[in-house]
């Protein structure tokens, strides 16, 4: 009786129902977190649930197919290093994920393994196989640990292609990363150029956050075309490194013909692709390019395809729409063909 009198009260009410609105977010918080550590747990053992986002990606080759022709086996483990399906040599200090996965074999990732998915794979793997017989050249845009850059050349290079891969990073830490590892999977000096700057269009100043401890974070997003007042204010708190804008023209330099640009840029992505649209035409023959919109993706539809260029995979970013706005939880990936560099 006391609390249905007390109900009549608006105040009353509007603590009780503020309070049961509070009891359901966090009820909802809690049922997606336990998703997602069902989805992680899933992950990591590689055996994902059917409906899991890495199976939604649509390709006009067989993409699975793909990654089993250069699956390489009777790999032996290597102390200290986890050794992945095309016999790559990944530092575990890269990421805190991989703490535990010192002397192990990474089995074929499908759908997924801790970094991509079958349509990255497949896609990256198609650009080597229509590569000219004799050579292959990639440039990966934010190559991190030089994910592509040691992935990509190590496939080229057990077709008997030769090699030389190019990467344009910002974090420091990243870089020596990138190097390590292009050294330990048995890159020399001259089959490998890294660029210390922030991938762009044009040249120019960029402003990138720094970290504590190179590996913690990989999406961090840089500030292009820094004014001078911006810079200052980094070089006094000390929040971000400045660094050059590393024009893809640049990034090609003298290469007449590059057979793959990875593009993972956070965000940047259908920018650059439109203000380099000429030059990529000229001397690009495959794209692969991760999204992180929906908005990027249309962009790039609209700006590759009017270019005449041939979409071969293409798996959508998905968002959570749990919530009150969507919230984007795992980012796209399209990789594209230029036929005037490419067979049909």
């Known amino acids: 009786m006391i609390k249905e009198i007390a109900l009549r009260i608006p105040q009353v009410r509007r603590l ?4 049961d609105e509070l009891k359901n977010a966090l009820d909802s918080m809690g049922k997606r977190a336990r998703d997602l550590e069902d989805e992680l747990r899933a992950l990591r053992s590689l055996r994902p649930p ?6 939604a990606y649509f390709s006009n080759f067989d993409a699975i197919e793909m990654i089993r022709r250069h699956e390489v ?12 399906w095309l016999g790559v040599l990944v530092d575990p200090k890269i990421h805190p994920f991989l703490a535990t996965s010192g002397n192990q074999l990474e089995p074929v990732p499908l759908p997924a393994n801790w970094h991509a998915d079958i349509a ?6 198609q650009s080597v196989e229509n590569a000219p017989r004799d050579s292959f050249t990639m440039i990966e845009l934010g190559c991190g640990w030089g994910c592509w850059m040691n992935n990509a050349g190590v496939a080229a290079r ?5 090699v030389h891969v190019v990467g344009v990073e910002g974090d420091a830490g990243h870089i020596q990363f990138a190097q390590e590892a292009l050294m330990r999977n048995g890159f020399r000096s001259d089959e490998f150029t890294i660029y210390r700057g922030i991938a762009a269009a044009a040249c120019g100043t960029a402003l990138f956050p720094r970290q504590e401890h190179a590996g913690h974070s ?6 292009f075309g820094a004014t001078q007042a911006e810079q200052d204010e ?4 000390g929040s971000h490194d400045i660094l050059p804008m590393i024009a893809l023209a640049d990034a090609i330099g003298e290469h007449s013909r590059v057979d793959l640009v990875h593009i993972d840029i956070q965000g940047g992505e259908a920018d650059l692709v439109e203000q380099c649209m000429s030059l990529i035409d000229q001397k690009v023959a495959y794209l692969v390019i991760g999204t992180h919109s929906k908005k990027i993706e249309a962009r790039l ?3 590759l395809g009017e270019a005449g260029w041939r979409i071969e995979m293409e798996r959508p970013a998905f968002y959570d729409v749990k919530s009150t706005r969507p919230i984007l939880y795992v980012d796209g990936l399209q990789g594209w063909r230029n036929p005037l560099l490419m067979n049909p």
């Open 120 to 125: 990255e794979w497949a896609a990256v793997l």
């Open 158 to 162: 057990r077709t008997g292609r030769k």
């Open 301 to 303: 539809f609209d700006l």
């Open 73 to 84: 086996h009777g790999l032996h483990p290597t102390p200290g290093f986890q050794t992945n």
């Open 50 to 55: 059917a409906e899991s986002p890495f199976y």
């Open 218 to 223: 990989w999406g961090l997003e840089p500030v």
């Open 16 to 19: 009780r129902d503020s309070r």
């Open 234 to 237: 980094a070089a006094a708190f």
